[in-house]
């Protein structure tokens, strides 16, 4: 079993940044691959990003390719996503998932696909 819990959520101005976190708790953290998805109010939730278990592969969707990172720290249990030059689009809830399988990129997001989700964390952009 593998509980995720995201933090660094918050308020910020357009052009900023933040970094996002996924803490996971229970075993072997570096055998699953991360993924981060949002959702906004009434939208369907969107992948952003995601990672390999060693971090080999990283996979973006295009409406945050250059200019959100993901990455992962195994020795620590967590997973990142930093988020730079935000744009008030961005203002969703952010979500971490984790499973075994490389999924790579989604257009679709498919819940069931995914092993484990934390609860999420707000992130909005003023203009």
């Known amino acids: 079993q593998v509980q995720l819990v995201e933090s660094g959520g918050g308020l910020v101005p357009a052009g900023g940044s933040l970094r996002l976190s996924c803490a996971a708790s229970?075993?072997?953290?570096?055998?699953?691959?991360m993924y981060w998805f949002r959702q906004a109010p009434g939208r369907e939730r969107e992948y952003v990003a995601g990672?390999?278990?060693?971090?080999?592969?990283?996979y973006f969707a295009d409406s945050v390719k250059g200019r959100f990172g993901i990455s992962r720290d195994n020795g620590r249990n967590t997973a990142f996503l930093q988020l730079n030059s935000l744009k008030p689009e961005d203002t969703a809830v952010y979500y971490c998932?984790?499973?075994?399988?490389?999924?790579?990129?989604?257009?679709?997001?498919?819940?069931?696909?995914?092993?484990?989700w934390g609860q999420g964390t707000q992130v909005t952009v003023s203009s």
């Open positions: 990672i390999t278990w060693n971090g080999g592969r990283t």
């Open positions: 229970g075993h072997s953290f570096s055998r699953y691959c």
């Open positions: 998932a984790a499973t075994i399988s490389d999924l790579g990129f989604r257009a679709e997001v498919l819940d069931s696909e995914y092993e484990y």
